[in-house]
């Protein structure tokens, strides 16, 4: 059974920095791509960042493109997201996800596998 547990959520204030790890067990992490989503306070689940199986490719939103990073860890079964300049809108809960989808894996539908989210709060 493949499992993803997320890390590293909390309360950040405006403009300051948060990173997220997404451990994943039971699986074979370095065949899945990874993606990080959010769901905003009363808002749809969306896409964050992809990083491809072997760290080749990344792809952001418009909104997390130039303040977020997104790596992965294949030695620790691992992904991360690195949030900076952070601001409110922000604020919400983040899933990591792993897909075995061969193509850009930007939709939620690509994602077999998920975590069960971590809060994140931005502070002004």
């Known amino acids: 059974q493949v499992r993803l547990v997320e890390s590293g959520g909390g309360l950040a204030q405006v403009g300051g920095s948060l990173r997220l790890s997404c451990v994943v067990s039971g699986g074979d992490f370095n065949t899945y791509s990874m993606g990080w989503f959010r769901q905003p306070p009363g808002k749809e689940r969306e896409f964050v960042a992809l990083?491809?199986?072997?760290?080749?490719?990344?792809h952001y939103s418009d909104s997390a493109k130039g303040r977020f990073s997104i790596s992965r860890d294949d030695s620790k079964n691992t992904a991360y997201l690195r949030m900076s300049s952070m601001n409110t809108e922000d604020a919400g809960v983040y899933y990591c996800a792993a897909s075995t989808f061969a193509g850009w894996a930007l939709r939620a539908q690509h994602y077999r596998y998920w975590g069960q989210g971590t809060q994140v709060t931005v502070s002004s």
């Open positions: 990083i491809n199986r072997d760290a080749l490719v990344t």
